[in-house]
């Protein structure tokens, strides 16, 4: 594998990062808004209560969706090393990462227009999709010259 | 581009990087800014309507969708203007540094409009979710918890270094992953010596 040092440095920030979603109640606070891991995350997230998975009653640092993301970009990241190895048909995985882009959207616009409302399982599924195809998108740049023959 | 000058993309010349910085982390913290005002009146002008669903919540989500995006274009505009060789590494250092550009000048622009254009600003804000909050049906306690953790983050946004310590690495990290994209469709491949 090319670049073993930036994967490395990637895999701990992911990890860290999920670590960090789950929120206050792993850290033994009583609530996420106002902890300090609620603080690292509102910049990027709404961290609407309704719309957050909990931890024992504890609202996780971000919603399902960015947890979703978060957790799909982990799983994919850890798989690269094997990802790396399977060469099925080119640009496949940036046509993989449209259609997830595709759901996102999809899910998003039905339940803005009322079509159906989505539920936190549906933002958890499409964001885990979405977050294992941008892995899988740059899986490809950490394969050795020799495996792209 | 010859042989040489592709050569010399190898080493690591910073001033390389600061055209696409300087432009796409300006470009994205204005646009990261003046959304989050957008969503800052429309909070402090709206009616408490007892929803969790408000829009000072929703911008951060909006923003973050926004600025992830910026790793991207930098790299775009690196292999447009600079050099179209870039490797894995270097992608990875400017999707990081833009994302670290956009959280400082936008919170630059924050405090500055604070300090000249409208001081009450954060006050607003607050008064605003609070009354949010008590319109909303659920017990008094809660409601009290709620509203001394919201003050409690509003306080802590409104540090000026505070906020550059908690928004550089999740905003760096998210423009380091969508630069390796930009890597991935815009540069060219060249063999990398790491």
């Known amino acids: 594998m090319k670049h073993l040092w930036l994967y490395t440095g990637i895999l701990v920030s992911l990890f860290l990062l999920v670590i960090v979603s789950l929120g206050g109640a792993v850290w033994g606070a009583e609530q996420t808004i106002g902890h300090w891991t609620g603080n690292l995350l509102q910049g990027v997230c709404h961290q609407m209560p309704q719309r957050s998975f909990s931890i024992n009653g504890v609202q996780m640092a971000v919603n399902t969706r960015c947890f979703g993301i978060f957790s799909g970009l982990l799983a994919g990241w850890l798989l690269i090393p094997l990802l790396i190895k399977v060469r099925p048909g080119k640009n496949w995985t940036l046509h993989f990462l449209l259609v997830t882009v595709m759901f996102q959207i999809i899910d998003f616009a039905g339940n803005l227009m009322e079509i159906w409302t989505n539920t936190n399982s549906s933002r958890f599924l499409t964001g885990i999709l979405l977050g294992f195809a941008v892995s899988l998108v740059i899986s490809e740049l950490f394969k050795q010259k020799n495996l792209e023959l | ?194």
């Open chain 2, 1 to 194: 581009m010859s042989e040489i000058e592709s050569k010399s993309e190898d080493k690591f010349v910073f001033s390389n990087y600061w055209p696409s910085l300087v432009i796409v982390g300006a470009i994205f913290s204005l646009i990261s800014f003046v959304v989050g005002l957008f969503f800052g009146y429309q909070q402090i002008n709206s009616e408490p309507a007892g929803s969790f669903f408000s829009p000072f919540m929703l911008s951060s989500g909006v923003i973050c969708l926004l600025t992830a995006f910026a790793g991207l274009v930098a790299v775009w505009h690196y292999t447009k203007e600079i050099s179209p060789f870039l490797k894995l590494g270097q992608g990875a250092v400017l999707g990081f540094l833009t994302g670290a550009v956009i959280t400082v000048l936008s919170v630059i622009l924050s405090e500055l409009w604070v300090m000249f254009f409208d001081p009450e600003y954060t006050q607003k804000i607050l008064q605003s979710m609070i009354a949010n909050i008590e319109a909303m049906d659920m017990p008094a306690s809660t409601k009290e918890d709620m509203i001394d953790a919201m003050a409690d983050s509003i306080e802590t946004q409104q540090s000026f270094f505070r906020q550059i310590f908690w928004g550089i690495p999740v905003t760096g990290l998210l423009n380091l992953l969508t630069a390796l994209i930009g890597v991935k469709v815009f540069a060219k491949k060249d063999e990398e010596t790491f």
